[in-house]
């Protein structure tokens, strides 16, 4: 293995955008000497306002203030414009754009064979609630430690606007095509499925989004947010359920979240009944304010019962839906051992000639 | 009825070491454990055997058989024609009955009287009163149901010449650590044993001798020994989705992992097994874990194949090794599930839209299963690539006399290329998709491995050398033309063809996989005849010179494979350039396994019908 043997690029093989690298002397750092920068992909191609590319800011500026190391981060998407995002944040993390509908299934397959990496699925309602709703509710049942993140505009984008399964009835795309079906919920299914920490937030709400997003990262287990994020271009009109203008007046928290990273020590105190604190697995914490007393996000037929009130009356409930800390995860489930599997060796691995000559004696 | 069957005078066959004995049963009536002690009791007196069990896409009440060929001299392809036929099932009685040669035996439960129909002049009836045994002798009605069959397995015994002490020995082996089962299993094999010699002249004329031939052999079904192999080449990841026959690949991994890939010290797993929702997402999990640095399968057929197709393509345009175990059964479509072809070669060897091109390997026997299994891995890791290892039904579900497994301790896995912490230190910048070494195979990093060289982004989309996005015309044809290369160099980590010691002549004959069980007997058969062949059998996909020069050096080949669209020969055609007059295809898609009888009539009506064109193929 020579270096030589990896020439530098030149100009003619490239074909994508790269973000210049400039960095301001006087740039913050975080914990770990790194800046914003560090956290950033490339250039974004998605339309101008599209709310993914709030969402890769807002995973941007969550792994930044978590310091967390970049290149411990593994990225996998599948198919349209939301997986995309992987791309827009993130460079020193390896990303995964697999196929359509599928990356539940290669984030699962990623996840068994290093429990060490942070994973982070990226997918769309397309993605996620059509050609692989499969996929999705079986990762969900299987526990698999990860952040899955929806970037729901409610739309097929890069087919130029057809609805998706998140549409809710009567809403209309802007080729005026009205949705006749009753739309999948995202966030009530995960609830049902078993999914251990669910959320829901808007790509233009960055004060919620980016501490769901550093909790969803610290919470062991399957945490989703369904992240409603209008397609500017194909539906966002006044009379789609998804676009910006609807999403603003509807939008509903249920509750709001800090996130209390764990070098910090906890000194506020919160007020019993609207407020609750809840420590994660790594040290970190979630101070959960929320709208009403009779709201207990660690009850799944109580949280299912104020999402669809909510749902009721066409508001859209928002922040962090459930969580329950007290699941295992599949490792856990399967008991595999504490080494990640694909660092396990030769040895580790191969029971020997020796122990071959007995198996072949009970074949005789 | 039992005086009629008596006084006829039918002389019997008369043979050692060579018969063909068939069971005809009810699924799941427990009759599968009875045949399959037979068939070992028969391995143990040394004598060359090989059962296949053709069985329905059922649980309980379809007919089933268990077929089993016997022979001497190592013919151990199906045979047609049964010589002694153990007629269990009240469905079929009439069919198995006429399968029986002129000659041959029929062991029936006599406690029904058989109808007048089904009584032949030519055969020898060996009636025995199996339910009325039974019932007086055992209690409980599941023993009573249960037991019948090992009664005409102690009957079998007394009949064909089988060793008493091994039957017993088998049951002791069998029921270790159930030991109250024991003695009611000994004591009917007892029954019927006595039951045949006190009514019968025993042993009959076709019976059986002790031998040597099976000396330092195992007897091991191809799925067992491919799960085993798996354990042994280092798989930490299985992700699967239950579908016959594939099924048992999967069981023998999980029993062999529950055994070997424990840690000492935790108790914990070294390996993970998932069963999954649908192949799309057991394949999906494999590359997931082959792309994150983990050994990772999947075991499917026909229909799993065809759900595969696109997670195929991702793997081989994205570069990423997982294996792929297909044990083939008859298709199109569900086609018969539980019955045996070589009938998806096209749609692995090219799977996936646009152009793909995947490394098979065509394992033969269950010592060969065990190899390849381990091997695959290697050849995964290190062309980056899927491998698809090509068993059936037969090999994967019958239990096949084979060389005992063995494993060189000395050897290490293959990883591959992939670059550590240190290495990618070492270098300026790093591409994923760079053929640094001019054969094709660029260098992969594991996710997670440095803190800021050596990330890509992965994606079935066109890509540079540097795996960025790329609607460049030309940049994706070099992509796809390094592909091209990187299948060639492929090609010199795969097993060669296995061939013959030439005779020198113009005849020769090629195929895979488990047709090779017919293919002695064929050789021997056609010498008699004054007609010799050499032989190669193809072990990996895409194909050796050696394959390409066995054509130049023959002037005709019989090509035989298992399906019915020659799907060997046409890729023979479209990878060697192999002239159509050049090659002569027997075919066989009945879903049983190809006979010698039927190989060696092929070849000969081929040069009855070259001879009236008044050309002389040798």
């Known amino acids: ?364 | 009825m039992s005086e009629l069957i008596q006084s006829s005078k039918v002389t019997g066959l008369t043979k050692v070491n060579d018969c063909v004995v068939k069971f005809a049963n009810v699924n799941g009536s427990g009759s599968a454990s009875a045949n399959g002690m037979f068939a070992k009791a028969v391995f143990r007196m040394g004598i060359p055997i090989s059962p296949h069990n053709i069985f329905p896409s059922n649980i309980q009440g379809l007919p089933t058989w268990f077929e089993v060929r016997i022979n001497e001299n190592g013919y151990l392809g199906r045979r047609e024609g049964v010589d002694l036929i153990v007629a269990m099932n009240e469905q079929t009685i009439a069919k198995d009955i006429a399968s029986v040669v002129p000659g041959g035996y029929v062991l029936y439960d006599s406690s029904k009287v058989l109808a007048n129909e089904l009584l032949r002049d030519d055969v020898t009836y060996l009636p025995i009163p199996l339910k009325d045994i039974c019932l007086e002798e055992f209690e409980k009605p599941t023993q009573r149901q249960l037991f019948k069959n090992i009664v005409y397995v102690g009957a079998l015994s007394a009949f064909l010449n089988i060793d008493f002490k091994v039957l017993t020995g088998l049951v002791s082996d069998q029921f270790r650590g159930k030991e109250k089962l024991i003695l009611p299993n000994i004591h009917a094999l007892e029954l019927g044993h006595q039951y045949a010699i006190d009514n019968f002249a025993c042993p009959l004329t076709l019976r059986l001798e002790k031998s040597e031939k099976n000396k330092g052999k195992i007897l091991m079904d191809g799925n067992t020994a491919t799960g085993l192999g798996s354990v042994y080449g280092g798989a930490t990841v299985a992700a699967w989705y239950p579908l016959t026959p594939s099924t048992s690949v999967v069981d023998s991994f999980a029993t062999y992992c529950k055994r070997l890939r424990i840690d000492a010290g935790t108790g914990k797993k070294k390996y993970s097994i998932v069963q999954a929702e649908d192949e799309l997402a057991a394949i999906g999990i494999a590359i997931g874990a082959g792309w994150n640095g983990a050994r990772a399968f999947t075991a499917t057929s026909g229909p799993g194949i065809s759900l595969m197709q696109e997670f195929l393509g991702l793997a081989y345009f994205s570069e990423v090794p997982i294996v792929l175990f297909n044990i083939q059964r008859v298709g199109p479509s569900t086609g018969m599930p539980t019955r045996s072809q070589q009938g998806d070669l096209l749609c692995c060897a090219y799977a996936s839209h646009g152009d793909t091109k995947h490394v098979l390997l065509f394992p033969a026997n269950p010592s060969e299963c065990f190899d390849y299994a381990a091997s695959a891995f290697d050849i995964a890791d290190r062309i980056q690539s899927p491998v698809i290892v090509m068993s059936d039904l037969e090999l994967g579900m019958n239990e096949q006399i084979c060389d005992p497994l063995n494993w060189d301790d000395k050897s290490r896995y293959d990883r591959g290329k992939v670059l550590d912490a240190q290495q990618l230190d070492e270098i300026e910048k790093y591409g994923r998709y760079l053929d640094s070494d001019g054969d094709g195979i660029p260098y992969r990093t594991y996710p997670g491995t440095h803190p800021h060289k050596g990330s890509y982004f992965t994606r079935g989309s066109s890509h540079d050398s540097y795996a960025a996005y790329t609607e460049d015309g030309s940049v994706y044809a070099e992509v796809m033309d390094r592909l091209t290369l990187k299948m060639k160099t492929a090609v010199n980590y795969l097993p060669e063809p296995e061939f013959s010691e030439t005779t020198s002549n113009n005849l020769g004959l090629a195929f895979i996989g488990t047709t090779i069980s017919a293919i002695n007997e064929v050789l021997d058969s056609l010498a008699k005849k004054g007609i010799t062949l050499d032989t190669m059998r193809i072990r990996a996909f895409p194909f050796h010179d050696s394959v390409t020069e066995f054509f130049g050096a023959h002037q005709l080949v019989y090509v035989i494979e298992q399906n019915r669209d020659a799907q060997l020969k046409s890729l023979l055609k479209i990878e060697c350039n192999i002239h159509e007059e050049k090659m002569h295809s027997i075919l066989s898609y009945d879903g049983v396994l190809i006979t010698a009888q039927h190989i060696e009539k092929s070849i000969i009506d081929s040069m009855i019908d070259v001879d009236a064109s008044g050309e002389v193929p040798a």
């Open chain 1, 1 to 364: 293995m020579q270096a030589e043997k990896f020439p530098r690029k030149t100009a003619a093989t490239m074909s994508y955008i790269n973000k210049p690298k400039f960095k301001h002397p006087q740039m913050q750092t975080n914990d770990i000497g790194l800046t914003r920068r560090d956290y950033e992909g490339t250039l974004t191609t998605l339309c101008g306002g599209c709310g993914h590319d709030s969402i890769s800011a807002a995973i941007i500026q969550a792994a930044s203030e978590m310091s967390l190391e970049p290149h411990r981060v593994a990225k996998i998407s599948g198919i349209g414009c939301s997986s995309k995002i992987p791309s827009y944040f993130l460079s020193k993390a390896h990303g995964f754009n697999s196929v359509h509908g599928r990356m539940p299934s290669v984030a699962t397959g990623a996840n068994i064979a290093n429990k060490d990496l942070y994973y982070v699925g990226v997918s769309g309602d397309g993605d996620s609630a059509s050609i692989g709703l499969g996929q999705f509710c079986h990762i969900v049942r299987r526990r698999i430690n990860m952040l899955y993140i929806v970037a729901n505009n409610g739309t097929y984008g890069l087919t130029k606007g057809q609805l998706s399964a998140t549409a809710d009835i009567g809403s209309r795309t802007k080729s005026g095509e009205e949705s006749q079906f009753d739309n999948i919920d995202m966030a009530t299914l995960a609830i049902e499925l078993g999914a251990s920490f669910v959320a829901r937030s808007f790509s233009g709400d960055k004060k919620q989004l980016i501490p769901l997003l550093q909790a969803g990262l610290s919470h062991k287990g399957f945490a989703f947010i369904d992240v409603i994020s209008p397609c500017v271009t194909f539906n966002n009109t006044d009379f789609s359920t998804h676009g910006y203008k609807n999403t603003w007046e509807n939008y509903m928290a249920l509750s709001e979240v800090d996130f209390v990273p764990m070098r910090e020590e906890i000194t506020t105190s919160y007020a019993a009944g609207k407020e609750k604190e809840i420590t994660l697995h790594d040290g970190s914490a979630i101070h959960l304010h929320k709208t009403s007393n009779d709201y207990d996000p660690t009850d799944k037929e109580n949280a299912l019962h104020h999402i669809n009130a909510y749902k009721k009356q066409g508001k859209i409930a928002t922040g962090l839906l459930y969580i329950n800390q007290s699941t295992s995860d599949l490792h856990e489930l399967q008991e595999t051992v504490d080494k990640p599997l694909n660092s396990l060796d030769n040895q580790e691995l191969c029971p020997g000639n020796e122990v071959l000559k007995d198996i072949n004696n009970s074949f005789r």
